[in-house]
């Protein structure tokens, strides 16, 4: 789908760019798979990751245009969703008994 937008709009198009920020975050959130009560480590930290990759693309779209604003919220959103990637590696570790839990 995304190559077909890519082939309609040009590679460089504002777009095509905007397709692939939306494409990152719905696959972000199908990985979550939200309809579970809870979501593995593993598959938690590779949503956020997805969450991490749109958010800065779209900082980067923003930077371009202009929008320092809309640069600032992206990238609050990008270190929010790294914190949560490194968090939930971190519970995937404790799980195969790699790492001590961490206490609060």
Do not use: C, K
């Not at 979550?32 to 979501?39: F, G, I, P, V």
């Not at 938690?44 to 320092?68: E, P, W």
């Amino acid at each position: 789908m995304l190559l077909g937008w890519i082939g309609q709009v040009g590679p460089t198009s504002d777009l095509s760019a905007n397709v692939l920020v939306n494409r990152l975050q719905r696959t972000g959130v199908q990985l979550m798979r939200l309809e579970e009560d809870e979501t593995l480590p593993g598959r938690a930290a590779a949503s956020m990751a997805m969450v991490v990759a749109a958010d800065t693309f779209g900082a980067h779209l923003r930077f371009q245009a202009g929008d320092v604003e809309g640069v600032r919220r992206s990238l609050g959103r990008a270190e929010t969703a790294v914190i949560e990637v490194l968090r939930n590696i971190h519970d995937l570790r404790v799980a195969i008994g790699d790492a001590d839990e961490e206490e609060e």
